[in-house]
T-cell receptor, first 114, second 111 residues
Framework: GAGVSQSPSNKVTEKGKDVELRCDPI?????LYWYRQSLGQGLEFLIY????????KSGLPSDRFSAERTGGSVSTLTIQRTQQEDSAVYLC????????????FGPGTRLTVT | KQEVTQIPAALSVPEGENLVLNCSFT??????LQWFRQDPGKGLTSLLL?????REQTSGRLNASLDKSSGRSTLYIAASQPGDSATYLC??????????FGKGTKLTVNP
């Protein structure tokens, strides 16, 4: 079946612009996760959703970052007033449920802020 | 602070060799541990998931073990092939839903 998909695959934006990154989880997966992978920091957790609720937003680096999930499916990560340090690969994952379930990752969105 | 360490950072072996990748974590409170591979410019592919109640999991030529008491997991790859070349990441799920990742081991299998 179809895996996790993300769009766009690549995004180049100017400093100060807003960007939206999209994640389509595997059908039927109730949990959705956002991570960021950068050269200096490795893979870092940003936020997760159970259904449309986000119980843990602790990884969001600043209030410029926000995310939402609608219909228990698609999620959008929004970065406002982008900065060069936001350049990274943003990865989305989904799982059937919480805690004991395997997380499946999408191909990521490579964001470059110039 | 939750930390996950992977040693070595890079490994180069000849084709056919059996090898072990190591992962250690500082907090023994663990729900599960997941091993991934990442090919250059790609996302993560899940290889094995070990629950805290399990000691090991096997898939084909891969075997992963978990020792909670010592805070260690190993990924054993048998009869390595050039197609196994990738970065291997381990990730621990502890007291929250997030995965905490190590920085990975970059494996090169030479023909």
């Amino acid at each position: 079946g179809a895996g996790v998909s993300q769009s766009p695959s690549n995004k180049v934006t100017e400093k100060g612009k807003d960007v939206e990154l999209r994640c389509d989880p595997i059908s039927g997966h109730t949990a959705l996760y956002w991570y960021r992978q950068s050269l200096g920091q490795g893979l870092e957790f940003l936020i997760y959703f159970q259904g449309n609720s986000a119980p843990d937003k602790s990884g969001l680096p600043s209030d410029r970052f926000s995310a939402e999930r609608t219909g228990g499916s698609v999620s959008t990560l929004t970065i406002q007033r982008t900065q060069q340090e936001d350049s990274a690969v943003y990865l989305c994952a989904s799982s059937l449920g919480l805690t004991s379930y395997e997380q499946y990752f999408g191909p990521g969105t490579r964001l470059t802020v110039t | 602070k939750q930390e996950v360490t992977q040693i070595p950072a890079a490994l180069s072996v000849p084709e056919g060799e059996n090898l072990v990748l190591n992962c250690s974590f500082t907090d023994s409170a663990i729900y599960n541990l997941q091993w991934f591979r990442q090919d250059p410019g790609k996302g993560l592919t899940s290889l094995l998931l070990i629950q805290s109640s399990q000691r090991e999991q096997t898939s084909g030529r891969l075997n992963a073990s978990l020792d909670k008491s010592s805070g260690r997991s190993t990924l054993y790859i048998a009869a390595s092939q050039p197609g196994d070349s990738a970065t291997y990441l381990c990730a621990r799920r502890g007291g929250s839903e997030k995965l905490v990742f190590g920085k990975g081991t970059k494996l090169t299998v030479n023909p």
